[in-house]
């Protein structure tokens, strides 16, 4: 009793968030059968002692709290009182360790100037930009997709010589921030792959001091990965905004649209659309759920039509004829959190 339900950091990069569910519920229920046992097991000897109790805290009480003004009697009384309570105390004891197993209790952190010095010196972050850090798990090979989520936000194409590298292969090895070209107080940080042997996941989210960002991206592809869950729990506690972005939707929608009979359906992408918010939300937004995070904020979008999308506002141009999922409310989104956040930050 009393210990807060702290969070589970040993998982490994292959484990979802699924998988995470149920070690943790696991966990739950295991000390919920403990709970009732330890109530079994220790009734009678509370039972027995609780007038005890009683009598010895009514009798010493201070002179001034004395209800009858008698020291021998209020000891009476308190021992009355455990008699008539004592039958209800292991009752009282597993209703509040159920209590304590199954609340997610989740106190921020309070601002911490010299977490913010280390993350100036080390990862050589300039506070007075807007910090965006760009994370996710890499999973497998076919799952990865960040670096060029950042691009597409930077509005650089894949090849372009100020972009962040992309490949099948992991190529982020350190932290890097891209100023973006057009906004320039942004800053976009590529981060290693969370889960990866060279960054194991545990102590990821302080190695890079994620808490000292002003928001995370949290890229995925298909599902959520228990590192990614661990990295949005953190950052709550920071009291970092979390967006949580499906990446490659555009593969997505295409492999639905191959599936469907020619001629049959009218629009086959807005189709398409509908069936995989369907998909995220009995996957990824069950998940988001699962573990309380803000399902308000998961995106669907595509790095190659997001990229597209930034060089047309960068060039002033219309957007009208582009198919967007939710790329441009993705960019509002983050720029109001943005902007907020300093705001904010500047009135303490
Ligand atoms: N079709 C498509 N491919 C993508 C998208 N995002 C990333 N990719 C491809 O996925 C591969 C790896 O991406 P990268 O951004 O380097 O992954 P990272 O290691 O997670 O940073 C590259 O070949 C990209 O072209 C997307 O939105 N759509
Ligand atoms: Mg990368």
Redesign the pocket.
Known sequence: MGAQQSFITSTSSTETANDLWRKENTKKGLQAVGALGASIVFAPAVILALPFVGAYEFSTALESELMTGYPIMDGVLGGLFGVIVSPLAPFYCFLVTIQDIFDMKYTPKAFDEQYLKKAEDMLRLDSSYYNVAVT?C?GTGKE??????L??LLGYR?HYTKA?????I???IEPKGYQHPVLNKLCLW?MP?IGTPRHPSKPFFENYCLGAFDAILI?FDERLMATDIEIARRARKYSVPVFFVK?????SLERKMERMEEGKVKDKWALAVSQLTMDIKDTVYKNMRQFGLDTNQLYM?????MTEFVILLRERKSTGQMKLIHEKVLITNLLDTLANRKRCNSMK
């Open positions: 996710g890499p990865k997709k960040k670096s060029s989520l691009n597409g894949a962040a590298p992309v490949g099948e992991e190529t982020t590529d792959g890229v990446n490659k939707s555009d593969l979008v595509s790095s190659h039509v």
